[in-house]
């Protein structure tokens, strides 16, 4: 079964404010991953993590690798429209193979 | 990163019929996955494609309701047997180049409805 916990379930926030959510586990993961997915499309890789405590950005996005290995979180800055969907957290014990998802976290940005 | 079509990309079946999915890359990769995406629901693995011999099932899932084939480095099929409603879902397959140094990546989905 799911063991990552990601919260939010749902954000509604407005345009130009930061959005932020985590996931957490009682597991450890050696990879953590997080992806977007638009209606009607498959998931879509924003950021992976590959060392506990690094820390990466991909132009508005930053996501953190906990220390312990056990949880991240996913900052997202100045949101504009286009960052509606829903946001997936994803574990890999390995450093390669199955991934386990989190709830996801569903975004909505109002003008 | 791999580009990964699907086909089909939506169907609307009828139970107990059987529906094939296609999943094709446009290079080798070491590893290809398929997983199910309930509606409203998250995404859950249900095998990894290995080529050349059996797929290995999660809990849960079974080689006679979802038979797979991987019969190279690009291409796999999915078989959801004998449909019911419940199986109407996203099914999606992954790759992932092991020792690449990449991570996993996503084709768009194939929109299955079960009636």
């Known amino acids: 079964g799911q063991q990552l916990n990601q919260s939010p379930q749902s954000m509604f926030i407005q345009e130009g404010e930061d959005v932020s959510m985590n996931c957490t586990s009682s597991?450890?993961?050696?990879?953590w991953l997080w992806y977007k997915q638009d209606p009607g499309e498959g998931p879509v890789l924003l950021i992976a993590l590959y060392k506990a405590g690094e820390l990466t950005s991909n132009g508005r996005l930053t996501a953190q690798f906990g220390i312990t290995r056990k949880d991240s979180f996913l900052n997202i800055s100045a949101s504009i429209p286009s960052d509606v969907g829903i946001y997936f957290c994803?574990?890999?014990?390995?450093?390669?193979?199955?991934?386990?998802f989190g709830a996801g976290t569903q975004v909505v940005v109002t003008p | 990163s791999a580009v990964i079509s699907q086909k089909p990309s939506r169907d609307i079946c009828q139970r107990g019929t059987s529906l094939t999915i296609q999943c094709q890359v446009d290079s080798q990769v070491t590893m290809m996955f398929w997983y199910r995406q309930q509606p409203g629901q998250s995404l859950t693995l249900i095998a990894t494609?290995?080529?050349?011999?059996?797929?290995?099932?999660e809990s849960g899932f079974v080689i006679d309701k979802f038979p797979i084939s991987r019969p190279n480095l690009t291409f796999s099929t999915l078989t959801v047997s004998n449909m019911s409603p419940e199986d109407s879902s996203i099914y999606l397959c992954?790759?992932?180049?092991?020792?690449?140094?990449?991570?996993?990546?996503f084709g768009p989905g194939t929109r299955l409805l079960v009636l």
């Open positions: 992954s790759v992932e180049d092991k020792g690449a140094g990449e991570t996993q990546y």
């Open positions: 597991s450890i993961f050696n990879t």
């Open positions: 994803a574990g890999q014990r390995g450093s390669w193979g199955k991934l386990q």
């Open positions: 494609a290995n080529q050349g011999s059996e797929a290995t099932y």
